[in-house]
C-alpha cells in the first residue's frame, strides 16, 4: 500500500542565522512539525544554496555543547570542518556526512573550511538532530566521518539516478551511519523524469525534503525546498521527478519517552537537564580553544 502524505508544506519565512556561517531556514519544528510527531528527529535546518562570498574571517559557529542526541550534518555544496572536544576533527565535502553522537556531554566548533571561506562559493547543507533513546542517552561522545565513497550506493536502472545510503536500508542495500535506534537517511538524485520506488516501514516516522528541483510524491507535487510529512499508514514510496532534482528521505522509529529540551541539550526530564547544565559549567564536557 502508498504510503499515505500528511502534508507537505513550503519553505518556512525568514531563513536565520547560526553563527555568521549557516543561514538556515527551521522545518523542524519551525513548520509545525513537532519533536514528538517527527520523532526521532528534533530538528532539520536546511541552508538552501547561499553564497557569503569571500571573507576575512573563518565563517561559523564558535564552541558550544551537546547532550544527550546527535548532530548530523550533510553537505552538499562547499566545505564544512568541525572540531570537538573527544579530539576528532574532519572537513566534509559535496555527498558527505558528519555524524557526531553527543551523547553524554560534548563541546564542538563548526564552520567553513578555511579555503572555502575565503574565497567564498555555493553553500548548501542540511543539519539534523536525531535524538537518543534514555538508555543510549550517557553513552561516550564520539564520531563518525562518513565520506560519499563510503555510502550505500544504488545506482538506479537506466541511468536515471543514483541513491547515496548515509543510514538504514534502501532497497536492500545498507548505509554505513551506526544509529541507535532504526533510522533511513537516503541521499537521492534523479534525472528529469528519473523515477524510484522503496519501502518504509508504516510505523516509522517519515519525511522528504525537497533540496533542489520538483517531484511527484506519490502522485503529489512537492516543489523546490518544500517537505513532504508522511502519514503512518502504508509502505511504499514513489518519487518521480519533473526536472532534475536532489531530495532527501528520511525515516526512523518514534522514540516513545519524554522531550525535555534547552538549547542545545535534550533530555527526559527538566531534572536531567539542570544536571546537564550543571555538568556543562563544571566543564565535564571537556575542553576546546
Ligand atoms: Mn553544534
Known sequence: MKKLIEKIVTKPGQPGMVGDGFRVFNYIP??????????????????????????????????????????????????????????????????????????????????HEETFSKTGGPFEMVQLWVNLPKKDKSTPAHYQELKAAGMGKVELADQVGTVNVIAGNFNGVAGPAETYTPVNLFDIKLTEGGELTTSIDAGHNTGLLVINGSVLVNGEIAGEHSFVLFENEGEEIHIKANQKSVVLLMSGAPIDEPIVSYGPFVMNTQEEIHQAIDDFNSGKFGILN
Open 30 to 111: 519551525g513548520a509545525d512539525i513537532s519533536k514528538r510527531r517527527i520523532s526521532p528527529f528534533l530538528l532539520l535546518d536546511f541552508n538552501a544554496e547561499y553564497d557569503f562570498g569571500p571573507s576575512d574571517h573563518i565563517r561559523g559557529v564558535d564552541v558550544h555543547p551537546h547532550k544527550g542526541f546527535e548532530t548530523v550534518t550533510i553537505a552538499y555544496k562547499g566545505s564544512i570542518a568541525h572540531h570537538d572536544s573527544g579530539g576528532n576533527s574532519g572537513v566534509i565535502n559535496a555527498g558527505d556526512v558528519q555524524w557526531m553522537t553527543a551523547g553524554e556531554g560534548i563541546l564542538h566548533k563548526e564552520y
